[in-house]
């Protein structure tokens, strides 16, 4: 721990302290590998080693309070003023000399000095189309901005050879024309998007096929119950003291009850049917959104409807050129809510003919959720 103090105050950056920590295979606190945020963090938060306040021997408690987004479920963490924090001495935990500690501090202090100041909206927005969705090929890790125009992979650069050797980089421009034309052209192709129905279809046919002979059991069961119910009254009628059958009376009458409440909750359902014309509509939308990242009202919103299309954008190094590959993986769910605007995916026969079927995004997240369950992905598409 002191070596990373020592390290940082003679004028080393958190990148290259964390570069030669994996190189030499030393073990960080958490996850497989070293980052320059575990080392510097956030002075201000008290996050990092740097930062870390019981390396001379302070322990503050209430430094910070989380909460859950509303709109995410994500938990969040909110800065309490100085006044609630709560510290306490522990001097059996100081391991970094006060001289050493000021010499960090100082340093931290002119950094500062030179940045511009945060901007605490930038942090909560993404800084370009598809911040946040991109990830190295080689590595897995971020993919980040590394000049003012290209991306490329923040492990390669910020933790070092021993992590990552991807170094190859991509041009914004470049980037975001070739994800954009692949969301309007490629992945709600018409060929792909056939192939999905019938799959989809297949899927859903084999469960009602299931469900029906489910039902139709269970009206076995209910009539034999009946029949069963029946013969007993004829018993007594016949003669048969009511109190040697009373009990198998209560029994089958409870049987037939709750097969009654099974069959009323499973009713047959209408056949399916998937509207033909969702890549057209989806083409459309997704021409109108890209039109409207070039209008300052309508941006915005257009940029996160984009950014809801996609799961993942992967960048691999390209085997016969210095360039990079893209891999984009589209979000299903999404792709089809935006085709069919409230429209169903599924319609019965004659709600099909006007287009006028409606279905809650709930419901379509469940009949894919159907669909992914046989393994079939057709949201992957290679650029």
């Known amino acids: 721990m002191t070596r990373i103090f020592e390290d940082y105050a003679n004028g080393l950056s958190p990148q290259k302290i964390a570069e030669a920590l994996n190189a030499e295979g030393i073990a960080?606190?958490?996850?497989?590998?070293?980052?320059?945020?575990?080392?510097?963090?956030?002075?201000?938060?008290?996050t990092g080693i740097l930062n870390n306040e019981l390396y001379i021997g302070r322990q503050i408690w209430n430094r910070l309070n989380y909460r859950k987004a509303p709109s995410t479920g994500k938990r969040i963490s909110?800065?309490?003023?100085?006044?609630?924090?709560?510290?306490?001495e522990v001097p059996a935990l100081w391991i970094i000399e006060q001289e050493l500690w000021d010499r960090v501090r100082t340093r931290q202090g002119a950094l500062t000095l030179q940045s511009p100041l945060d901007k605490p909206w930038d942090r909560r927005r993404p800084r370009t189309l598809?911040?946040?969705?991109?990830?190295?090929?080689?590595?897995?890790?971020?993919?980040?901005?590394?000049?003012?125009?290209?991306?490329?992979?923040?492990?390669?650069?910020?933790?070092?050879?021993?992590?990552?050797?991807?170094?190859?980089?991509?041009?914004?421009?470049?980037?975001?024309?070739?994800?954009l034309n692949?969301?309007?052209?490629?992945?709600?192709?018409?060929?792909?998007?056939?192939?999905?129905?019938?799959?989809?279809?297949?899927?859903?046919?084999?469960?009602?096929?299931?469900?029906?002979?489910?039902?139709?059991?269970?009206?076995?069961?209910?009539?034999?119950?009946k029949r069963d119910h029946q013969k007993?009254?004829?018993?007594?009628?016949?003669?048969?003291?009511?109190?040697?059958?009373?009990?198998?009376?209560?029994?089958?009458?409870?049987?037939?009850?709750?097969l009654e409440r099974r069959l009323s909750a499973s009713p047959a359902p209408d056949p399916i049917l998937i509207h033909p014309s969702m890549a057209v509509t989806y083409r459309e939308r997704v021409a109108a959104l890209i039109a409207?990242?070039?209008?300052?009202?309508?941006?915005?919103?257009?940029?996160?409807?984009?950014?809801?299309?996609?799961?993942?954008?992967?960048?691999?190094?390209?085997?016969?050129?210095?360039?990079?590959?893209i891999e984009l993986e589209g979000d299903l769910a999404a792709l089809l809510r935006l085709a069919t605007g409230s429209a169903a995916v599924i319609a019965t026969p004659n709600a099909a003919h006007s287009c006028e079927a409606r279905l809650e995004d709930a419901d379509i997240i469940g009949e894919l959720v159907l669909v992914a369950g046989v393994g079939f992905e057709?949201?992957?598409?290679?650029l």
């Not at 909110?78 to 306490?88: D, G, H, K, Y």
């Not at 002979?213 to 069961?221: F, Q, V």
């Open 182 to 225: 692949a969301l309007t052209n490629h992945l709600m192709d018409p060929e792909a998007l056939a192939v999905f129905c019938e799959t989809y279809a297949d899927e859903r046919n084999r469960l009602r096929r299931e469900a029906k002979g489910a039902r139709e059991n269970l009206e076995r069961s209910l009539a034999q119950t």
């Open 292 to 325: 409207g990242l070039g209008k300052s009202a309508e941006m915005p919103a257009a940029k996160e409807a984009l950014r809801a299309l996609v799961n993942r954008i992967v960048l691999i190094p390209a085997k016969e050129s210095t360039g990079v590959e």
């Open 78 to 88: 909110r800065l309490n003023p100085e006044s609630a924090w709560v510290i306490t």
């Open 378 to 382: 057709p949201t992957t598409f290679r």
């Open 28 to 46: 960080p606190p958490s996850g497989r590998y070293w980052g320059t945020s575990t080392i510097h963090g956030n002075r201000q938060r008290g």
């Open 232 to 258: 007993l009254v004829d018993a007594i009628i016949a003669g048969v003291p009511a109190e040697q059958v009373k009990e198998r009376m209560i029994e089958l009458d409870q049987q037939r009850q709750q």
């Open 130 to 179: 598809f911040s946040g969705l991109m990830t190295c090929g080689c590595c897995g890790g971020g993919i980040a901005k590394v000049s003012k125009s290209s991306f490329g992979c923040s492990s390669a650069r910020n933790k070092g050879e021993a992590v990552c050797i991807n170094m190859r980089t991509i041009a914004q421009t470049d980037l975001e024309a070739r994800v």
